[in-house]
Structures are given as C-alpha cells and as structure tokens.
C-alpha cells in the first residue's frame, strides 16, 4: 500500500506539473479577445482583411497583421455579411474538444498502468519478503562446512561464556527444570576482525540447530516499513525451525540510539525496524529456545532500550588475542598450508603485537603467497617476515630510486633510532632494521615486545619517546641539519606524549586528571577534548612540549656517546640495508667497538666528522 500511494503521488505531482505548463503556454500564445459590437465596429470600417470560423468562435485578422477573436452570437449572418463586403471566410474544426478528450484518455490509461505496476512491484517485494528469511538458513546439515569451538582460537574467555549458550540449546529442558532462563539474546562487541561472526557460527555448530544470518544492512530499505516487516518475518520463521540461533552481524546500522534523531526520511524508517525488533525480543517466550545473536564494534551508539535485560542479556567483549592467543590462531591456520618443520609459531606470535584473528589469517595467506611466488614447497620463516612487512608497511617500492645522500641520511636516521632503543632500559628488543622503502615509509626499525603489556609505566613511555626522537637526532649530529623524514616520528611521539598529559595524568603539575576522553567505541576515531580554560590549555602544551624536549635530549646524549656505533652500524646499513635482530646484535656486541668509540672520544678530530663543514666536537663532548 505504501509503494501504491507514493507511486500515484509522483503520478499527480507529474499531472499538476504538466497542467500547469500546459496552462502557462495557453495563456502565452492565447489571442486577445474581444467584444463582438467591437468587432461589428471593425467589420463597418472595413478593416478586417480575413476572418477564420471554429464554430461560434471567430478569429479576425487586419491588414497591419493584428489578430484577435470574438464569440459570435449567429455565424451564418455573419458569414452572409462578410460575403456581402468581400472578406475573406476560412473554416476550421475546433480540435480542443477532442483534445481534451484524448489527454483524458491517455491520462486514464497512465493511471491505471501505475496502479498495475504498483500493485505488481508490491506483490513481488511481498514475495521477496516472504522468503528473506528461508534464504538467510543455514541447516546443520545443509553440507556446508561446519564451524565449531575447535576451530575458533584466541578468545578461551568468550568461549567459555558461550558455552552456556549451547548447552541451553542442546537440552533446555534442564534449564527448564530447575527454572532458570536462559539469556534472550547475546551481543558480541569488539574491534573489527575479532572472530565476531565465526564465534556466532561456531555457537550454531556446537548446538548443531539451524542459523539465520544477516546484516544489519539487511533491514535498510529505500522503502518504508520493508525493514520492519523483515524483522516479523524472521521471527516468524524463526519459531517454526525452533531451537535456532538469529544473528545479525553490525546491528550498529539498525540499533542506533534514537535519541535526539529526527523522524524522517531513513531515519524514520531505522527507528521502525529497531521497534520492530524490540517488540519481537520481548514477544516470543522462554519456551521457543530462540536466541538472538548480534556483534558490533560500536556499542557506544546502541539504543538504551536494545541492551537491557531481556533482550541482549549479556554482553561479550572479544579483544585482539594476547600471545597464547596469537599462537594458537596462528597454528589453526597453520594446518592449511606447508609449514617448514623449523616453523616456531612462538617467535612468529611474538613478530605480531596487537594482530586479531582476521590479520592473523590474513599472515598466514601472505607467508603462503611469498613462498609459493618464490617456488618453495613450505613457509619459512623469512617468509613471515616479508608478509608482516608487507600488511605493516605496504609492498616494497623497487621503483623509488634515492640519491647516495639521501641513503646516507636514511641510514643515520634509522640507525639513530636502533642505538637509542638498545640503550634504554627495559625497552622492547629491535626485530628488524631496514632502509627499503615500502609503502609510505622509506626506512623503518622494528621493536617487537616479549610479552604483551597490559599497561604502560612513565618510565617506559618516556623511553619510548627517546626512541622516535633517535632518528631526527642522529640527523643532527651526523649532519647538522633536520629532515622531513622524521615526520611521522614526530606525530607518533606528539600523540604519546599528549596522551601521558591529557588522557593518562602522568603530569605532575596538572596531576590525576583526565583532559581527553575516547568516545569512538572499538573502532580509531577522533577523541573528544574536555571544555577547560585557556590558562589549562596553555600548562597542557608546556607539558607536552617538556617531555618532547627532554626525550630529544635524551636521544641526544644517547647517541653522543655512542657516535662511532652511529657511524658503524649506518655504514652497514648503507651496504646491506637490512639488518635482523640478530645480525644487529653482532654489530653492537663487536669486540672492539667500545674501545675505538672511547678513543675517539679522546682524541677527537674534524675529519671523523660526516659533515664537511661543520664539526660536532662540541656535542659529543655533552
């Protein structure tokens, strides 16, 4: 009925439009009219030079051109006249009548053809309508590959949670008896790539019971009230395949809070859906052993009403894997490529911080594409390492051609960091240290965390910004000059460093408070800055630029002292322009570095200098 109504609307706005220019196009090219004792005039002064019938109607035409019409009350004594006086008589037929009757024909036909073709579109969308849900079943034993528990890893603490989800589903009868209920609905939240929809699918496994999976964009339509109805048709069918499981992966598109949203256009037509589906949670019983299943990676924008207790019961947070998690995802993809028998999914699990299950898989993929592209019949370990490179930093740009300059600062800059990160405490070991542009970046020096930290100390974070100053230092010393290489260091560095002041109150002058609040869910968005004085704002930038000068500092004094390392390993760089952990170990550990970098300390001269004209005796003397 909705698609009828706003197809005649449309009909009629095209009709009144039509008319109306119809209209203005008759009212410009419409003759004057006039009086017929006027006309009588003009006919009794023989000025009239011809004169055309349409029936009672009568156009008249002078010698100078001008024409008008007339209603003439007798047409055939006035046809005798004009004979009489020799006036030009010509007969037309008067076609308005007739046209008229042909748009109101056509006009009939055209409205009878859109209440056809609404009608018709009505019927199918109902029919589409119909079997949106019985599309969206997967049977348990439909032939499809079957996920369960076993192939889902990482995440033992939501799987665990789960469990009970399944047990319910497998024998409700025993919550039943005791008189427990079990949860309506469950809402899985995280950052993207978590294993959100695996685990829902793994759920339906476990229980071996039908599963109905959908999209929350699904349920946007351009046309009013078609979500809904979809919401009531899911359930409907729903309860004919009972026990089941209803997932609906981003419900973040339909569940938007309404708070504050205006009531038109799609908006409205969200809020109906939402409505719809708070009224189908709260309708079907106990005993339908239905359990609705929704993931998202903003639940700060979920309406109110869909989180509370009887509807989405439980709330689930899936997190990006710790490094027992990492390695057991990494070993259940394993069991689908060649791996090398020297494979150690430990160390590759240590490469990878911060990586969810979806990157994970996508590592493994890489590894096995750069092992099969260089002929090999098993995954190395080099060869997660070039595939961590390349989802980290992009692919190597072999086309970017540097001057011999330009590679000899980029070695200094990376080494810099290298040097610094080696020499401050408690700091996360180098992984890789490299010169080949890949992607944005045109070097880059890679630290790799032994154990996953779960919080950061002052001190930690301090080192931290010494090592993104490294490279912009060691720029300095070896030629007195700054870059824009270390752009993105500095931005790195810049974001720590407000964050310690504005979000984590490690200021001792503004002290324990919170400047900054996140308000973008699990997803990287803008934070939001609290309103504060302008006094406030200005002892925040004080502090902020204190700790980036004195990491500067910091790095400064580092790499002074260390300045022949700084010229070593660059040297190196220069020729090999890769080096891994290990290989960087023999250069820091070489048996007589220490002893000629004291020397030259000592005894410094302006040849050892890199730069030609400007010496840096006085800074390594800092």
């Not at 001190?459 to 230092?473: D, P, T, V």
């Not at 550990?589 to 006085?618: E, L, M, R, V």
Request: glycine content about 8%.
């Amino acid at each position: 009925m909705a698609l009828l109504i706003r197809n005649l609307f449309i009909f009629f706005i095209i009709t009144i439009v039509f008319a109306g220019s119809y209209g203005f196009w008759q009212l410009e090219n419409q003759l004057r009219q006039v009086s017929y004792s006027e006309f009588r005039h003009c006919m009794d002064n023989h000025d009239l030079v011809a004169t055309t019938f349409k029936g009672n109607k009568v156009i008249a035409e002078h010698a100078a051109g001008d024409k008008y019409s007339t209603i003439v009350p007798n047409p055939e004594k006035l046809i005798s006249e004009l004979q009489e006086r020799k006036i030009q008589i010509n007969f037309e037929k008067d076609r308005s009548e007739l046209i008229f009757q042909a748009i109101a024909i056509i006009y009939i036909l055209l409205l009878l053809i859109t209440i056809i073709i609404s009608l018709s579109k009505k019927k199918k969308i109902e029919e589409e309508e119909n079997k949106f849900a019985s599309d969206k079943l997967i049977q348990p034993d439909s032939g499809q590959n079957v996920v369960t528990f076993d192939d889902v890893a990482g995440i033992p603490e939501a799987l665990e949670e789960l469990q009970e989800i399944v047990n319910f589903l497998k024998e409700p009868g025993q919550f039943e008896k005791i008189g427990a209920v079990s949860p309506k609905g469950v809402l899985l939240q995280g950052p993207p790539g978590t294993g959100k929809t695996l685990l829902a699918r793994a759920i339906a496994g476990e229980a071996k019971v039908p599963f109905y999976s959908f999209s929350g964009s699904d349920f946007v339509e351009m046309f009013v009230g078609v979500g809904a109805s979809r919401v009531r048709d899911i359930f409907k069918e729903a309860k004919t395949n009972a026990p089941c499981i209803i997932f609906i992966d981003e419900i973040d598109a339909v569940g938007g809070s309404r708070a504050g949203s205006s009531s038109a256009g799609g908006q409205d037509e969200r809020s109906q859906t939402l409505n719809a589906l708070l009224v189908e949670m709260d309708g079907f019983s106990t005993s339908d052993t239905i359990v609705v299943i929704a993931a998202t990676n903003r639940p700060d924008i979920l309406d109110s009403a869909l989180r509370r207790p009887g509807r989405f019961d439980r709330q689930v947070n899936i997190l990006a894997p710790d490094l027992k998690g990492r390695k057991k995802i990494l070993e259940v993809h394993g069991q689908k490529v060649a791996l090398s028998p020297s494979i150690d999914m430990n160390e590759i699990a240590h490469m990878v911080p911060g990586f969810t299950g979806a990157e994970l898989a996508n590592l493994v993929n890489e590894a096995a594409l750069m092992a099969a592209r260089e002929g090999k019949e098993t995954v190395h370990k080099v060869d997660f390492e070039l595939a961590r490179d390349r989802i980290l930093m992009g692919v190597e740009r072999k086309g970017v051609i540097l001057s011999e300059y330009d590679r000899k600062v980029l070695s200094f800059h990376e080494a810099g960091h290298a040097i610094v990160a080696k020499s401050i405490p408690n700091a996360d070991p180098i992984l890789k240290i490299t010169i080949v542009p890949r992607g944005r970046l045109l070097g880059q020096t890679q630290q790799v965390s032994l154990n996953d930290r779960s919080s950061q100390s002052i001190e930690f974070l301090k080192g931290k910004l010494a090592i993104l100053m490294g490279g912009r230092a060691a720029e300095e010393l070896a030629f007195q000059h700054k870059t824009s290489g270390a752009q993105d260091d500095i931005v790195k560095a810049t974001e720590i460093a407000t964050n310690m002041i504005c979000k984590w109150g490690m200021s001792d002058v503004l002290g324990p408070q919170a400047m900054i609040i996140d308000d973008s869910g699990f997803l990287d968005g803008a934070s939001q800055r609290l309103e504060m004085s302008d006094e406030t704002s200005v002892i925040i930038d004080k502090e902020i630029r204190k700790l980036l000068d004195d990491a500067y500092a910091e790095a400064l004094k580092i790499l002074g002292q260390e300045y022949y390392l700084l010229k070593q390993l660059a040297a190196i760089l220069l020729e090999v322009e890769t080096l891994d952990d290990e290989e960087f170990g023999i250069v820091i550990n070489y048996p007589f570095t220490d002893k000629i970098a004291a020397g030259i300390k000592a005894t410094h001269n302006c040849q050892d200098c890199i730069a030609s004209d400007t010496c840096i005796h006085s800074k390594l003397k800092k």
